[in-house]
């Protein structure tokens, strides 16, 4: 870890207090789902929090970023209020997205959210257009796109990740390789373990990243957007991490070998760093017990507030569908 | 070649100036105003800065806007129109060139699941303006894969907006109010027209959703869309001679679908004849004939369809794409038929 540079102590509490949100999120979620407050399907991203909030800490304001079903971790990551995506979640007018677009699209363009998509792969060519749209006009902003190891295999990613390498657009691509795409192993429809080595087809950079360590997420992604917005083109990260629940909501994930679980909840994003900054004396075990109460307490009462909103009209969302 | 580009004055000058051109000169002049009136607009798609295109409607543009905004893509469709949409989410309006309406599937997802639903979905918070450009159409003796319309593939996505283009004006007026449009357009071009003469009004703007009666008549009402329009101008003629009186609509917009003039021509005439190069299945024949009805528009007789065969896809054979494509005979005889009844 000493050859990594880090973030200011105060950036990186930030990023402890981050995940933890997105943890608690993830956890209350779960719990509204269970209470029939959340219809339909969701898809948790409990133990990938370093990826969101380490790449996302990487960026600037004035770059954008799309994902994928999968994409609580980013929206919070990048600063949306629980409150609003918790009534997203529940259908409410208050939702970011109106309430028409539920928890796999919980995108918000004030902040360069611009698309959580809920087909595999599609936000990869949205992205390389965003950032040929920086490129063509000259603007120092970047790309991110964040989707997972299956998306590896779709049309959209290699015709992306070609025009990307083409064309030069300032563009990250990162994948978040949590081993299974919906209930199948990655092995079991890929033929290679580390998916950035698909990087060499392309003529870009590929780079395996420790997707559990938030330090190493943040220098990588951070060395990415710099070449991007340099004008070194596009870079393909592959975060190797783990999604604690399964798929969906209505996936125990059973398809998992023994244990697999519990290695991983061993590296948990948020002990690592909480283990470092305690250990560099910076954040004690105390204060971190005192920031996940008080988190808490906030995701609590976010939830309850979404809970009490209105739901949309079917006049207000006509107003949605085209732009006069 | 020396392209009407070139020599036409800045567009304001050209305002209202009324110009013969063909059909393919006028889809470069309307993409040429277009580029040249707003800095955002592009055009992107396979080979459509190298010699003009393959349909050469985009000569002269890459030298006159540079490659910036005239960008050749590799063969991907489903790719190159997402990145659309993403240049669009940026403030830009890119133009997308579908070499043949027979690929717009492989970019399924992209204009099925994401240009018309996009902006829904995020709750109104974006605006699409990509406009899809798709050149359609058989009598080009491309065969099977290389000869649909595909004008009614796509009429029922909200969010969405779907034209086709009859003539030189009207492909002009048509892709300058899709680029002007905040709203994902498809606009079809039909590969049969390319070298057609006719009148462009410089600088003018098609109104979004209203079809052009091209004739008026008492007897029946005929409707029609790209190729098929000219075909059932020429019926017109023949039966005019015979003593009967055809209204002939050109459909214009397939997305929103102008049930008012339709109806409106019907309730006069007592009669409809749709002309379509296309399946009578699942197209905006059918939809007008059903909106029509569920509306109670009182007809003289029953409606009839001039279509290709339910059953068989277009073949190579040339006489045999002859046969199977309405032509001003048979559309003739068609109404006819309706007038008889």
Same mark, same amino acid.
């Given at each position: 870890?000493?050859?990594?540079?880090?973030?200011?102590?105060?950036?990186?509490?930030?990023?402890?207090?981050?995940?933890?949100?997105?943890?608690?999120?993830?956890?209350?979620?779960?719990? %509204?789902?269970?209470?029939?407050?959340?219809?339909?399907?969701?898809?948790?991203?409990?133990?990938?929090?370093?990826?969101?909030?380490?790449?996302?800490?990487?960026?600037?304001?004035?770059?954008?970023?799309?994902?994928?079903?999968?994409?609580?971790?980013?929206?919070?990551?990048?600063?949306?209020?629980?409150?609003?995506?918790?009534?997203?979640?529940?259908?409410?007018?208050?939702?970011?997205?109106?309430?028409?677009?539920?928890?796999?699209?919980?995108?918000?363009?004030?902040?360069?959210?611009?698309?959580?998509?809920?087909?595999?792969?599609?936000?990869?060519?949205?992205?390389?257009?965003?950032?040929?749209?920086?490129?063509?006009?000259?603007?120092?902003?970047?790309?991110?796109?964040?989707?997972?190891?299956?998306?590896?295999?779709?049309?959209?990613?290699?015709?992306?990740?070609?025009?990307?390498?083409?064309?030069?657009?300032?563009?990250?691509?990162?994948?978040?390789?949590?081993?299974?795409?919906?209930?199948?192993?990655?092995?079991?429809?890929?033929? *290679?373990?580390?998916?950035?080595?698909?990087?060499?087809?392309?003529?870009?950079?590929?780079?395996?990243?420790?997707?559990?360590?938030?330090?190493?997420?943040?220098?990588?992604?951070?060395?990415?957007?710099?070449?991007?917005?340099?004008?070194?083109?596009?870079?393909?990260?592959?975060?190797?991490?783990?999604? +604690?629940?399964?798929?969906?909501?209505?996936?125990?994930?059973?398809?998992?070998?023994?244990?697999? %679980?519990?290695?991983?909840?061993?590296?948990?994003?948020?002990?690592?760093?909480?283990?470092? !900054?305690?250990?560099?004396?910076?954040?004690?075990?105390?204060?971190?017990?005192?920031?996940?109460?008080?988190?808490?307490?906030?995701?609590?009462?976010?939830?309850?507030?979404?809970?009490?909103?209105? @739901?949309?009209?079917?006049?207000?969302?006509?107003?949605?569908? +085209?732009?006069? | 070649?020396?392209?009407?580009?070139?020599?036409?004055?800045?567009?304001?000058?050209?305002?209202?100036?009324?110009?013969?051109?063909?059909?393919?000169?006028?889809?470069?002049?309307?993409?040429?105003?277009?580029?040249?009136?707003?800095?955002?607009?592009?055009?992107?798609?396979?080979?459509?800065?190298?010699?003009?295109?393959?349909?050469?409607?985009?000569?002269?543009?890459?030298?006159?806007?540079? &490659?910036?905004?005239?960008?050749?893509?590799?063969?991907?469709?489903?790719?190159?129109?997402?990145?659309?949409?993403?240049?669009?989410?940026?403030?830009?309006?890119? *133009?997308?060139?579908?070499?043949?309406?027979?690929?717009?599937?492989?970019?399924?997802?992209?204009?099925?699941?994401?240009?018309?639903?996009?902006?829904?979905?995020?709750?109104?918070?974006?605006?699409?303006?990509?406009?899809?450009? @798709?050149?359609?159409?058989?009598?080009?003796?491309?065969?099977?894969? &290389?000869?649909?319309?595909?004008?009614?593939? !796509?009429?029922?996505?909200?969010?969405?907006?779907?034209?086709?283009?009859?003539?030189?004006?009207?492909?002009?007026?048509?892709?300058?109010?899709? *680029?002007?449009?905040?709203?994902?357009?498809?606009? &079809?071009? &039909?590969?049969?027209?390319?070298?057609?003469?006719?009148?462009?009004?410089?600088?003018?703007?098609?109104?979004?959703?209203?079809?052009?009666?091209?004739?008026?008549?008492?007897?029946?009402?005929?409707?029609?869309?790209?190729?098929?329009?000219?075909?059932?101008?020429?019926?017109?003629?023949?039966?005019?001679?015979?003593? *009967?009186?055809?209204?002939?609509?050109?459909?214009?917009?397939?997305?929103?679908?102008?049930?008012?003039?339709?109806?409106?021509?019907?309730?006069?005439?007592?009669?409809?004849?749709?002309?379509?190069?296309?399946?009578?299945?699942?197209?905006?024949?059918?939809?007008?004939?059903?909106?029509?009805?569920?509306?109670?528009?009182?007809?003289?007789?029953?409606?009839?369809?001039?279509? !290709?065969?339910?059953?068989?896809?277009?073949?190579?054979?040339?006489?045999?794409?002859?046969?199977?494509?309405?032509?001003?005979?048979?559309?003739?005889?068609?109404?006819?038929?309706?007038?008889?009844?």
């Amino acid at each position: 870890m000493a050859s990594v540079d880090q973030r200011p102590t105060s950036e990186r509490r930030e990023w402890y207090r981050s995940m933890v949100r997105i943890r608690l999120f993830e956890e209350k979620v779960q719990e %509204l789902f269970m209470g029939g407050h959340i219809e339909g399907t969701t898809h948790l991203c409990q133990g990938q929090e370093a990826v969101s909030v380490g790449s996302i800490a990487a960026m600037r304001g004035e770059d954008v970023l799309t994902n994928t079903y999968r994409g609580h971790g980013q929206a919070l990551a990048r600063g949306m209020p629980p409150e609003r995506a918790f009534a997203e979640l529940m259908g409410r007018a208050t939702g970011v997205a109106g309430g028409v677009g539920g928890s796999m699209h919980l995108v918000d363009f004030s902040v360069g959210n611009i698309g959580s998509n809920a087909i595999v792969g599609a936000g990869l060519p949205i992205a390389v257009g965003a950032a040929m749209s920086f490129k063509l006009r000259g603007q120092p902003r970047v790309a991110l796109t964040f989707f997972g190891d299956a998306a590896t295999n779709i049309g959209t990613f290699h015709e992306a990740m070609n025009m990307a390498a083409v064309w030069q657009a300032p563009v990250v691509f990162i994948i978040e390789n949590n081993l299974y795409g919906e209930f199948s192993a990655v092995r079991e429809t890929t033929p *290679i373990d580390d998916l950035a080595g698909r990087a060499d087809a392309y003529a870009m950079p590929g780079r395996i990243v420790d997707g559990q360590d938030i330090d190493l997420v943040y220098e990588a992604v951070s060395e990415a957007v710099g070449r991007a917005r340099e004008g070194g083109g596009p870079t393909l990260l592959e975060m190797k991490t783990y999604r +604690y629940r399964g798929h969906s909501r209505a996936d125990p994930a059973r398809y998992r070998p023994e244990g697999e %679980l519990d290695r991983w909840k061993a590296r948990d994003p948020i002990e690592i760093l909480g283990a470092r !900054l305690a250990a560099e004396g910076r954040f004690s075990v105390e204060e971190q017990a005192r920031l996940r109460a008080d988190m808490q307490v906030e995701i609590d009462a976010a939830a309850e507030r979404a809970l009490q909103a209105p @739901v949309p009209t079917l006049e207000e969302i006509k107003g949605y569908v +085209y732009a006069d | 070649m020396s392209t009407p580009i070139e020599a036409a004055p800045a567009v304001a000058a050209a305002e209202g100036s009324e110009l013969v051109m063909t059909y393919r000169e006028a889809i470069t002049a309307a993409l040429a105003d277009e580029m040249s009136a707003d800095p955002d607009v592009l055009l992107l798609g396979e080979d459509v800065a190298t010699e003009g295109g393959v349909f050469k409607t985009s000569p002269g543009l890459v030298e006159r806007f540079g &490659h910036e905004r005239v960008l050749n893509t590799p063969i991907c469709e489903n790719g190159f129109v997402g990145v659309a949409l993403g240049m669009s989410l940026m403030g830009l309006r890119p *133009i997308v060139e579908i070499m043949f309406a027979d690929f717009l599937p492989t970019a399924g997802d992209a204009v099925v699941n994401q240009l018309p639903k996009y902006r829904f979905m995020s709750g109104g918070q974006c605006s699409v303006p990509v406009t899809l450009r @798709v050149i359609s159409g058989g009598t080009g003796r491309f065969g099977t894969q &290389h000869s649909a319309t595909g004008e009614s593939w !796509l009429m029922g996505l909200p969010g969405l907006r779907v034209a086709t283009a009859s003539s030189p004006g009207s492909a002009y007026e048509l892709l300058r109010a899709a *680029i002007r449009d905040d709203n994902p357009v498809i606009v &079809h071009e &039909h590969k049969g027209l390319y070298g057609r003469k006719g009148e462009v009004r410089r600088g003018a703007i098609a109104e979004v959703g209203r079809a052009a009666v091209l004739r008026e008549g008492s007897d029946v009402t005929v409707v029609a869309t790209l190729l098929m329009v000219e075909r059932t101008l020429k019926a017109a003629e023949a039966l005019a001679a015979e003593g *009967i009186a055809a209204e002939v609509i050109d459909l214009r917009w397939i997305r929103p679908l102008d049930v008012a003039t339709v109806s409106a021509s019907v309730e006069r005439t007592g009669r409809l004849v749709i002309v379509e190069e296309q399946v009578h299945h699942g197209g905006w024949g059918a939809a007008l004939i059903s909106e029509l009805t569920m509306a109670g528009v009182p007809m003289r007789a029953r409606p009839v369809a001039v279509s !290709l065969p339910p059953d068989l896809p277009v073949p190579y054979s040339p006489p045999l794409e002859d046969a199977i494509l309405p032509s001003p005979e048979r559309i003739a005889e068609a109404v006819r038929g309706a007038v008889r009844a």
